[in-house]
Nanobody, 113 residues
Framework: QVQLVESGGGLVQPGGSLRLSCAASGFTFSSYAMSWYRQAPGKERELVAV????????KYGNSVKGRFTISRDNAKNTMYLQMNSLKPEDTARYYC??????WGQGTQVTVSS
């Protein structure tokens, strides 16, 4: 059974950092590009970053370019999102996505002083 489990969210002050993790199971993780999305209350789900299966290609949403870094460890079946210089507008629930129509349960990130 395909499963994605996010972790690493929390409350952080503006300018701070967090590292999110997405543990995958039930499919050949190394064969698929993976993505991070986020959704804030009352807003549509937004693409944050995408990484190719081999990590050779990454793409970012305009609002996070230069601050967030997506990475993956295929040996550990895990994807990461390093978030630096966090802003209050980054507050959202963050989800990982596999192109098997599979979403994780999400992890909440709150940026507030």
């Amino acid at each position: 059974q395909v499963q994605l489990v996010e972790s690493g969210g929390g409350l952080v002050q503006p300018g701070g950092s967090l590292r999110l993790s997405c543990a995958a199971s039930g499919f050949t993780f190394s064969s698929y590009a993976m993505s991070w999305y986020r959704q804030a209350p009352g807003k549509e789900r937004e693409l944050v970053a995408v990484i190719s299966s081999s990590s050779g290609t990454t793409k970012y949403g305009n609002s996070v370019k230069g601050r967030f870094t997506i990475s993956r460890d295929n040996a550990k079946n895990t994807m990461y999102l390093q978030m630096n210089s966090l802003k209050p507008e980054d507050t959202a629930r963050y989800y990982c996505y596999a192109p098997l129509d599979t979403w994780g349960q999400g992890t909440q990130v709150t940026v507030s002083s």
